[in-house]
C-alpha cells in the first residue's frame, strides 16, 4: 500500500473548509472535487470530529475529467472556540478504481491502507470566519433606527401628555385663583359696608345725643324774679 500526500487524482476547492460561524446555528460549506485524470477515481471524507459535521456525500466516484459537490454541515455550537481558533481536521482520501465502478460496488478495503491500492491523502483545514459584516452590519442598524425610531416615538408621546396635564393643571390653578380673588373681593365689600353702616349709626347717634342736649330748657333762667327778693 502506498499513502501519498499530494493529490494528483482529485483537486480541491477550496482547500480550507470556511465556515460563517454563528452560536445555535447550522453552518455550511461547500467543497468541489474534480477528478483531474482518465480514470475512474473514488474517494472518501474523514474527519477528526465525526459528531460535529455531517458530510453528504462522504464517499463518491467521480468519472474521468468529471467533478462533484460535497456538502459540510456545522452542527449548532453552543459555545466558541477560544479566538475562534478550530483544531478540527478533516482528511480526504482518493484512489483509482476499476471502469464504471458503483459507490455501492466498492470493496469494503477500498481506503485500507493495507489494501495494496495507492492511496492519495490531502488534509483539509477548518477556518471559522464571522458573517459578513456588511449584512450584518445593515441588519444592525435597521434594528438600530427601529429601536430608536420607538424611543423618539415614545419620549414625543410622553412629553406631548405632559404638556397637556401642565396646561390642565395650569388652567385648574387660574380658575381656583379666580374663585379665591373673589371671595376676597366680596368679603372685603362686605367688611367695608358694616363698617360704614356701624359709623353711620355711631354718627347718628351722637347726633341725635347732641341735639337732645341743645334742646334741653333753662330752668334757672326762667325763674320768677320774686324768688331772688326777700
Known amino acids: 500500500m502506498t499513502v501519498v500526500t499530494n493529490n494528483k487524482f482529485i ?6 473548509l470556511k465556515f460563517q460561524f454563528e452560536l445555535e ?3 455550511h460549506c461547500d467543497l468541489k472535487l474534480g477528478n483531474s485524470t482518465d480514470k475512474h477515481v473514488a474517494f472518501k471524507v474523514k474527519t477528526t470530529s465525526p459528531k460535529k459535521y455531517f458530510v453528504r456525500p462522504n464517499t463518491g466516484v467521480i468519472q474521468p475529467w468529471d ?25 480526504l482520501q482518493s484512489t483509482q478504481v476499476a471502469p464504471h465502478t ?3 460496488e466498492l470493496p469494503q478495503d477500498t481506503f485500507n491502507k493495507e489494501s495494496g491500492r495507492i492511496i492519495e491523502e490531502l488534509k483539509l483545514r477548518v477556518v471559522y470566519i464571522l458573517p459578513e459584516s456588511g449584512s450584518a452590519n445593515t441588519e444592525v442598524r435597521s434594528k438600530q433606527i427601529n429601536d430608536t425610531s ?4 415614545r419620549v ?9 396635564q401642565t396646561q390642565k393643571l395650569q388652567r385648574e390653578l387660574e380658575s381656583l385663583r379666580r374663585r379665591r380673588s373673589g371671595k376676597t373681593e366680596s368679603g372685603f365689600s362686605l367688611r367695608f359696608a358694616l363698617l360704614v353702616a356701624l359709623i353711620g ?4 347717634f351722637l347726633l341725635n345725643l347732641s341735639l337732645s342736649s341743645s334742646s334741653a330748657p333753662t330752668y ?5 324774679t320774686s324768688l331772688h327778693t326777700e
Open 25 to 27: 446555528k447550522q453552518c
Open 220 to 224: 334757672a333762667n326762667s325763674l320768677p
Open 11 to 16: 483537486s480541491v476547492h477550496p482547500e480550507d
Open 67 to 91: 467533478s462533484c459537490v460535497i456538502t459540510v454541515t456545522l452542527q449548532p455550537q453552543r459555545e466558541s472556540p477560544p479566538d475562534m481558533q478550530c483544531k478540527d481536521k478533516f482528511l
Open 201 to 204: 349709626i355711631m354718627v347718628g
Open 102 to 104: 458503483d459507490i455501492d
Open 150 to 153: 420607538a424611543v423618539l416615538q
Open 156 to 164: 414625543k408621546g410622553e412629553r406631548d401628555a405632559a404638556a397637556q
